[in-house]
C-alpha cells in the first residue's frame, strides 16, 4: 500500500501551493487523470478541474494555509483526514475531514470532503 502519510501531506501541500506551475505538478503527481474531488461548496473532475477548485479557495482566501489536526488513518485502498484552515498566526476559519480512495499506482482517485466548522473569514 500506498505510504499514506506521504501521499495525504502532498495533498495538503498541492492545496497550499500558490505558484500555479507548481501547484499544477503536484496536482498531477497526487491524482489519477480521471479523479474527483467534491465537497459541499465545489467540485473538479481531472486535473483541470481539481486545479480551478484549489485556485478557487486560493482567491477566496488568500494567503491562508491547509494544516492537518491529527495524522491520517487508512486502510485498503481508503483514507481520511482531518485539516483546518487558518491565516498565519490567526484563528482557524474551516475544519473539516476528507475521505478519499487510492488508485492502485498510489495516487488519489478520489476525495470527499465535509466541513465541520466554517466561519466567516
Known amino acids: 500500500m500506498t505510504d499514506v502519510h506521504t501521499l495525504v501531506d ?3 501541500e498541492m492545496w497550499n501551493e500558490t505558484d500555479a506551475a507548481r501547484r499544477r505538478t503536484l496536482v498531477d503527481r497526487t491524482w489519477t487523470e480521471d ?8 467540485a473538479g473532475r481531472g486535473h483541470d478541474g481539481i486545479d ?3 485556485a478557487g479557495v486560493q482567491g477566496q482566501f488568500p494567503g491562508f494555509r491547509f494544516s492537518l ?3 491520517p488513518d487508512a486502510h485498503n485502498d481508503r483514507v481520511r483526514f482531518t485539516w483546518e484552515l487558518a491565516p ?6 474551516a475544519t473539516g475531514f476528507d475521505f478519499g480512495t487510492i488508485a492502485p499506482d ?4 478520489s476525495v470527499t470532503g465535509f466541513l465541520e466548522l466554517a466561519q466567516a473569514a
Do not use: K, S
Not at 479523479?35 to 465545489?42: F, G, I, Q, R
Not at 498565519?88 to 476559519?93: I, K, M
Open 10 to 12: 502532498g495533498y495538503i
Open 35 to 42: 479523479a474527483e474531488y467534491v465537497d459541499p461548496l465545489a
Open 52 to 54: 480551478a477548485v484549489i
Open 69 to 71: 489536526v491529527a495524522a
Open 88 to 93: 498565519p498566526g490567526g484563528d482557524t476559519v
Open 106 to 109: 498510489g495516487r488519489l482517485r
